[in-house]
């Protein structure tokens, strides 16, 4: 299995051989559905927090004798079904979301991800982004370059067109890229089966460094 490697300016510059293990493996939907809905609920941050009967202030008194007046029993004005009372099953900030995900589940996601987008030809390798300096001028004119290549989403989308792994996110690489709403660019070794899933493209600079880390998560 066989890629293009495209250069900054969008031309064809050579091939990299894929490893069938890391962009040749079987679509696994309910592996990757796992793996992104608990990734999702690790990362949520519960913040809405409403008090129980037991934290709401007053209500220590009972409101009227037990029988006698034709009234139903009541032992708490801050019961639930009381105005003022305390919320019953409301969301609470001390509720822990976190689910485990083994290395091996997240790693076969991503290389399940990886290897549709391939076959759907979704995945731009490209030799390097050699950016010396901040320049979101130089960004942009290589998005548009590999979008001339065949890649037309890359500037026709407004959100999510492409996300870009590099071996090492470099001051100057990571500012260029900034002020271009729809494209992240991050390490490679940071790269997760959300971000592939929330991107059109999948941009892979200096491909056999990215070859080799993905090789090395089976080894992990």
């Known amino acids: 299995m066989e890629a293009i490697i495209y ?14 293990s890391v962009f040749g493996v079987k679509w ?5 559905h796992q793996v992104a809905t608990s990734m999702l609920s690790n990362a ?6 409403a008090k129980n009967r037991g934290e709401v202030s007053g209500g220590g008194k009972k409101p009227w004798q037990q029988k006698g007046l034709g009234r139903a029993r009541h032992g708490s004005t801050r019961s639930p079904i009381w105005v ?9 900030n001390d509720k822990n979301y976190d689910r485990k995900i083994n290395k091996k589940m997240r ?10 987008k391939n076959k759907d030809g979704k995945i731009i390798f490209v030799e390097s982004i050699d950016i010396k300096s901040p320049k979101t001028k130089d960004a942009v004119s290589m998005m548009e370059s590999l979008s001339k290549a065949g890649f037309k989403a890359l500037t026709g989308k407004k959100k999510n067109a492409a996300f870009i792994t590099v071996p090492e996110l470099l001051v100057p690489i990571s500012k260029s890229f900034n002020n271009i709403p729809n494209v992240e660019v991050d ?11 929330n ?8 491909p056999k460094k990215a070859i080799e ?8």
């Open 28 to 32: 696994n939907s309910d592996l990757v």
């Open 44 to 49: 949520r941050g519960p913040i809405a927090h």
């Open 199 to 206: 991107s059109t493209y999948l941009i892979i600079t200096e």
């Open 187 to 197: 390490s490679v070794k940071n790269l997760n089966p959300i971000h592939l899933l």
């Open 107 to 116: 790693a076969v996601a991503l290389f399940s991800l990886l290897s549709r």
């Open 84 to 92: 003022h009372g305390g919320a019953a099953h409301g969301p609470r």
């Open 213 to 220: 880390f993905f090789e090395n998560k089976l080894k992990d």
């Open 7 to 20: 250069n900054k300016e969008g031309k064809e510059s050579g091939k990299v051989k894929l490893p069938e």
